[in-house]
């Protein structure tokens, strides 16, 4: 059984921080991309940022709201995916999920605008932020 497991969402004030981690298990994390996505109420849920699965092929890819403020990373050898969010603002309040694909060039897309739910099959319960003013 596939699990994906988003932690570490929370309250915060603007211009704070705050790390998300997504613990896997049920498949194997070195050879899938990663991402996050967010969803706020009212609103289509948008790809915030992409990591290849190989280093080789690509790397990391933001929506440009976020590029800058927020760094994706990955432990394989822990089945975890994080997200480190920095200068938070009231724009970022939303519900985030982790999600899983084959490995591919995604980065490469993510960076030309191009960033789709449909390349991933796996998707964690969401973890809520909220930026407080």
């Known amino acids: 059984q596939v699990r994906l497991v988003e932690s570490g969402g929370g309250s915060v004030q603007v211009g704070g921080s705050l790390t998300l981690s997504c613990a896997t298990s049920g498949f194997t994390i070195n050879t899938h991309n990663m991402a996050w996505f967010r969803q706020a109420p009212g609103k289509e849920r948008e790809g915030v940022a992409n990591i290849d699965n190989d280093g080789t092929n690509g790397g990391t890819g933001y929506v440009p709201s976020v590029k800058g403020r927020f760094t994706i990373s990955r432990d394989d050898a822990k089945s975890t995916l994080y997200l480190q969010m920095n200068d938070l603002k009231p724009e970022d309040t939303a519900m985030y999920y982790c999600?899983?694909?084959?490995?591919?060039?995604?980065?490469?897309?993510?960076?030309?605008?191009?960033?789709?739910?449909?390349?991933?099959?796996?998707w964690g319960q969401g973890t809520q932020v909220t930026v407080s003013s």
């Open positions: 999600a899983a694909g084959f490995s591919g060039r995604y980065s490469d897309y993510v960076d030309r605008g191009i960033f789709e739910s449909g390349w991933y099959n796996y």
